[in-house]
Antibody, heavy 119, light 108 residues
Framework: QVQLKQSGPGLVQPSQSLSITCTVS????????VHWVRQSPGKGLEWLGV???????DYNAAFISRLSISKDNSKSQVFFKMNSLQANDTAIYYC?????????????WGQGTSVTVSS | QIVLSQSPAILSASPGEKVTMTCRAS?????MHWYQQKPGSSPKPWIY???NLASGVPARFSGSGSGTSYSLTISRVEAEDAATYYC???????????FGSGTKLEIK
């Protein structure tokens, strides 16, 4: 079955970077794109970026200067890195699979990585 | 840049009631997706492309709309429907995925 499992730190120092790995199973990264979405405490969902099946990326313009998404197809892993974190980056970060129909939906989600930015 | 506005922010209903929540886009969009999220859980796809229920979603749910106005309706609310529902759309040039602010459904 399709699964996305996330791993990453729960605590990040201000001005430091955040790295999260999303390991997928049940599908190939050469066939599906993977999005990253975050949810600040008590707030809604915010799209951060996507890596498409072919390896190209698109980012939310608000984060383009400090966000990087890459992947290793052979290991079924997607890598998320955000630089220069501040307190307002405290959030749950999710990876999610695009549904493959080209309509922008996300059909499977990881369990989320809760990240606190604090010294 | 398209902005999605959901209303109401909080919806309170008794079991068996019919409820409707709305998602309005700042510009016309081709379709809308909906997600359900319960506390402590990841969002789940609920309705695809305006009116297609995701696998396992009860038939009491339905979606409709076009242009700038979309809605999610529950014909007879049940306790298990308590959750926050988010609408979402995407634009392709440049690629941008946008979520609404959510409607929290509370069951009396």
């Amino acid at each position: 079955q399709v699964q996305l499992k996330q791993s990453g730190p729960g605590l990040v120092q201000p001005s430091q970077s955040l790295s999260i790995t999303c390991t997928v199973s049940g599908f190939s990264l050469t066939s599906y794109g993977v999005h990253w979405v975050r949810q600040s405490p008590g707030k809604g969902l915010e799209w951060l970026g996507v890596i498409w099946s072919g390896g190209s990326t698109d980012y939310n313009a608000a984060f383009i200067s400090r966000l990087s998404i890459s992947k290793d197809n052979s290991k079924s892993q997607v890598f998320f890195k955000m630089n220069s974190l501040q307190a307002n980056d405290t959030a749950i970060y999710y990876c999610a699979r695009e549904d493959g129909y080209g309509n922008g939906a996300m059909d499977y989600w990881g369990q989320g990585t809760s990240v606190t930015v604090s010294s | 840049q398209i902005v999605l506005s959901q209303s109401p922010a909080i919806l309170s209903a008794s079991p068996g009631e019919k409820v409707t929540m709305t998602c309005r886009a700042s510009s016309s969009v081709s379709y809308m997706h909906w997600y359900q999220q319960k506390p402590g859980s990841s969002p789940k796809p609920w309705i695809y492309a305006t009116s297609n229920l995701a696998s396992g979603v009860p038939a009491r749910f339905s979606g409709s709309g076009s242009g700038t106005s979309y809605s999610l309706t529950i014909s007879r609310v049940e306790a298990e429907d308590a959750a926050t529902y988010y609408c979402q759309q995407w634009s392709s040039n440049p690629p941008k995925f946008t979520f609404g602010s959510g409607t929290k459904l509370e069951i009396k």
